[in-house]
């Protein structure tokens, strides 16, 4: 057996799966891979609009995001695209390498977004935005499980994490606070939502990412194909 180790909200979170070819899915498991992928990632960007629509904080990078999008008017959707290709360009002096997964989060996250904001009413009552941050939180906890147990590749955000970790020598929860002190102290002085649901986010993200990995990695791990990212280290974590 491999165990892998998926570091989410902070947490680390093992799984495990089996390296021998012969318990390994054939070919035709791909397809199932890929919707999961895609479904995993859409319903990140449609569970992340929920906590902008809660407007009781959101998570470290939308923080940013949205900071951003008051700033330039861009929706923040967009500017989570552009951010994301920002990102995915420091992979190249880190020599990291993307999947199929890295470059398809950083657009279907941010479509994702604004499509569910443009359908989702205005919420003012505090108790309907209560149950909106919570149904917020646990769908992102359903969508990270998903989407990285289809297994082609990290988000650019975790990866650009993964690559400085793997360069610096310094612990992946170390650089990942880092990192995300940096992008909620910048998007909060930009205009980004910070408060309880944020602190709800960082607290509760782990666990229910472990539950829901243990829920969707219950079958045998797919043999590595084309169209995953090689030498990707076995840290796929969330696209933030």
Known sequence: MRQATTTTGGH?????????????????????????????????????????????????????????AELTGLTIGVVSIVVGAAVLLLWIPLRQRPGLGTVSNVFVVGLAMDGTLALVPDVRSLALRIPLLVAGVVLNGVATGLYISARFGPGPRDGLMTG??????????????????????????LGGTVGVG???YAVAIGPLAQLFLRVFAARPAPVVSAV?????PERAILPG
């Open 164 to 189: 400085l970790n793997r360069r610096t020598g310094r612990s992946v929860r170390l650089v990942r606070t880092v990192l995300e002190v940096a992008v909620v102290a910048t998007g909060f002085a």
């Open 12 to 68: 680390h979170v093992s799984t495990r799966s089996d390296s021998a070819p012969a318990g390994a899915p054939g070919p035709g498991r791909l397809p199932s891979r890929l919707v999961q992928l895609y479904a995993g990632l859409a319903l990140y960007g449609a569970s992340s609009a929920l906590l902008v629509e809660a407007g009781l904080g959101l998570e470290p990078w939308n923080v940013l995001h949205q900071g951003l």
């Open 198 to 200: 944020t602190v709800l």
């Open 228 to 232: 995953v990212a090689p030498g990707q």
